[in-house]
């Protein structure tokens, strides 16, 4: 296949402007196409212009991606694997570069594109979200949701595919909604490797019902940004005096201690204060109010150091610390109360004995009932 004539006079022109390169044609490479090599992976192949001159140069190619995520590169080798969501099809060019010690040349550019995925308008899921989960023996899991498409007909039945590196697999269990479309799944295990970082895990859920074609959706998700973090483990908290000493033993995950940060939560039982210090290492010790009792929990997520963060943790169990001296307090105060209740008692005793003497002694006087009162504001302003 030859360049047609109009690019190359585009290109004569440009290359006469430059002295050196006076003479020399760059034409774009042959037979450029693009196939789908697996889920949302396309290949994209092409061969030299068997018409190029080489002489002393050398010859790269330009790929430039237009659609869905625009990208350039240039490479020397004549193909190249993409991953990205195919569902709104896929183009891409290419050119030929010609490099001449300092100078840089490139043919007129070669496009082709792939259609989008058949199906009707809007019946594609929608707000679709995954989790993953690193379980104990090292395997991890996979969760998604989704909404029907709005256009997506009561008997529309979704299944969904994930694919990492060369492993593809369909959904084992799904969640329906109330009219039975399926609108979550659950890997309990999968070929995700914990261990690697920025590695993308291909979502691709299609459909099919008997009364519209459904349009597949794809998308793509770093592993790392939905990876639910473990708890932190084996939190101990310790007191000692006014200082809270507290240490914890990084999440279950392959990843080194150095690649996680925590929030503290803390909770001052006696103020209310709440507080939620970041910490980047697996202890700390804090300065505290002795008087006061606190409940504690800690979560855990990626930092930004070594990789994308994922969601946070789910919080520990609340770990109590403190004595709280508001307990204290009311025990006192019932002590107090059951001892000023006796000695009311003790002096309503008295009075009335005292009472009956003077009654018999000068039987008109009247209004005890100061006497009785009186006792008590004394009694409490004594403690
Ligand atoms: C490249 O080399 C060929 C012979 O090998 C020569 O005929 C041609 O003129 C050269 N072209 C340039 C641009 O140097
Ligand atoms: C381009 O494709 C055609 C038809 O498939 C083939 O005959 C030709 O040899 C190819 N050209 C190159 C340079 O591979
Ligand atoms: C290629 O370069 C060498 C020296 O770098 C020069 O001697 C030779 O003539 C060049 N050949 C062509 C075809 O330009
Ligand atoms: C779905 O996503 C759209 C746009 O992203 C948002 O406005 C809407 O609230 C989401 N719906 C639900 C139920 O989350
Ligand atoms: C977890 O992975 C191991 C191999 O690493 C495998 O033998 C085991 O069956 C997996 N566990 C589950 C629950 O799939
Ligand atoms: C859904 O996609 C998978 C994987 O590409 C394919 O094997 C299956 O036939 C598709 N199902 C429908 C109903 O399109
Ligand atoms: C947590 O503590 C227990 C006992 O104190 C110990 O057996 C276990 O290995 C610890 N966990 C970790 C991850 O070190």
Not at 85 to 104: I, K, P
């Amino acid at each position: 296949m030859n360049a047609s004539g109009m690019p190359v006079f585009l290109l004569l022109l440009w290359t006469a402007n430059t002295p050196q390169g006076a003479g020399v044609q760059v034409l774009p490479p042959v037979n450029f196409t693009l196939t789908v090599s697996a889920l949302a992976q396309v290949l994209l192949h092409w061969e030299p212009n068997p018409a190029q001159e080489q002489n002393n140069s050398t010859i790269r190619y330009d790929v430039k991606i237009l659609s869905p995520v625009p990208e350039e590169y240039d490479t020397e080798r004549t193909r190249s694997v993409r991953t990205a969501a195919l569902h709104n099809g896929f183009c891409a060019r290419v050119r030929t570069l010609l490099l001449q010690e300092h100078l840089q040349m490139s043919s007129p550019w070669l496009e082709r594109n792939l259609p989008p995925l058949p199906g009707a308008p809007e019946t594609s899921v929608t707000n679709l979200s995954c989790v993953t989960h690193v379980t104990i023996s090292g395997n991890v899991s996979l969760r998604c949701t989704w909404l029907p498409g709005q256009g997506a007909p009561e008997d529309t039945k979704y299944f969904l595919f994930y694919r990492y590196e060369t492993h593809t697999e369909e959904c084992p269990t799904y969640t329906k909604d109330k009219w039975g479309r399926n609108t979550e799944c659950r890997f309990s295990s999968t070929q995700i490797k914990p261990g690697e970082i920025d590695s993308l895990i291909v979502i691709h859920i299609n459909g099919s019902s008997k009364r519209a074609a459904i349009k597949p959706f794809q998308q793509l998700f770093n592993q790392n940004a939905i990876e639910k973090v473990n708890i932190p483990r084996n939190i101990s908290i310790s007191l000692e005096q006014n200082d809270l000493l507290a240490m914890w033993e990084k999440p279950i995950s392959p990843f080194h201690e150095e690649c996680f940060e925590y929030e503290f939560y803390l909770i001052n039982l006696k103020s209310g204060n709440k507080q939620i210090l970041k910490i980047s290492s697996n202890s700390f010790q804090l300065r505290i109010d002795g008087s006061s009792r606190y409940s504690i929990r800690i979560r855990a997520n990626h930092n930004h150091i070594c990789r994308a963060r994922g969601f946070w943790s789910d919080w520990s169990e609340i770990i109590y610390v403190g004595q709280n001296k508001l307990d204290n307090s009311i025990a006192w105060i019932v002590t107090l109360l059951c001892v000023s209740t006796s000695c009311t008692l003790l002096l309503v005793a008295i009075i009335c004995q005292i009472n009956h003497v003077w009654s018999k002694l000068f039987p008109p006087i009247p209004a005890p009932s100061n006497k009785f009162r009186d006792p008590f504001p004394i009694d409490y302003e004594v403690k």
